[in-house]
């Protein structure tokens, strides 16, 4: 026996059509690696201060982080395990134009895990790889977790970030977009401590309203876009 109260109600919600909103508009639209998602991202860039440099490869990208190093008189350098793994050859070079590189990892142990983090408090720059780039705000996407060390996009005054084209995105709307699709996104939800969005040097105002930059992270962001693939 059926109720006849559930029973009209049944018919008026099934008779009810059913809202499927429309997918809103990107903030910008571009295919991810484009020659035009890459112009909008350098415009984004020097809006919010990010020193940019194009490279043909990987060698001429560490050719070009040495000479910048060099430029700023820095010796001692951070790279995180993860950014080792993605550029191979990357601590190798670093060490043979004179550099001290920092790396590894720190102990789960309170006493040497605070004197790990005080050496690597010395670095006077830190390399890390990305995420993504994203074009309409100049954001640059960088993961903690699995070898990829916070310190080295936060706590050296210079940070320097290593992206490929096809790391270049739109918006952050389209990398999620994609990595939801492909799987991507919950990998890196798993496997990462931390999402660490830098939009450009570290900003503050909070004294007198006066800006003030590197306080609560580098003074300088340089980003090295490298067009071939990894």
């Not at 700023?72 to 060490?95: C, N």
């Not at 994609?178 to 799987?183: D, H, L, Y």
């Not at 660490?196 to 503050?204: H, K, L, N, V």
């Amino acid at each position: 026996m059926t109720n006849p109260v559930l029973e009209r109600v049944r018919r008026q919600v099934t008779r009810r059509p059913i809202l499927v909103e429309a997918e809103p508009a990107l903030p910008f639209d571009a295919p991810p690696g484009s020659e035009a998602a890459i112009e909008r991202l350098w415009v984004s860039w020097a809006e919010v201060g990010v020193e940019a440099f194009r490279c043909a490869g990987e060698v001429e990208a560490t050719r070009g982080i040495v000479a910048q190093l060099r430029e700023r008189k820095i010796r001692h350098v951070l790279v995180d395990a993860r950014t080792a793994r993605a550029y191979p050859g990357l601590i190798a070079a670093l060490e043979d134009a004179g550099l001290a590189v920092m790396s590894g990892s720190l102990s789960r142990e309170e006493g040497p895990r605070y004197l790990g983090l005080g050496r690597w408090a010395a670095a006077e720059a830190g390399i890390t790889d990305a995420i993504a780039a994203f074009a309409d705000t100049g954001t640059i996407w960088v993961a903690g977790g699995q070898g990829g060390m916070r310190c080295a996009s936060l706590l050296p005054p210079v940070h320097i970030a290593l992206i490929r084209r096809a790391q270049v995105y739109p918006c952050l709307a389209a990398w999620l977009r994609e990595a939801r699709a492909s799987g991507a996104l919950m990998e890196w939800v798993e496997e990462s401590s931390a999402m660490i969005a830098i939009t450009g040097p570290s900003r503050t105002s909070d004294i007198e309203k006066t800006l003030t930059l590197g306080v609560h992270g580098p003074k300088e962001v340089l980003a090295f876009l490298i067009e071939e693939a990894g």
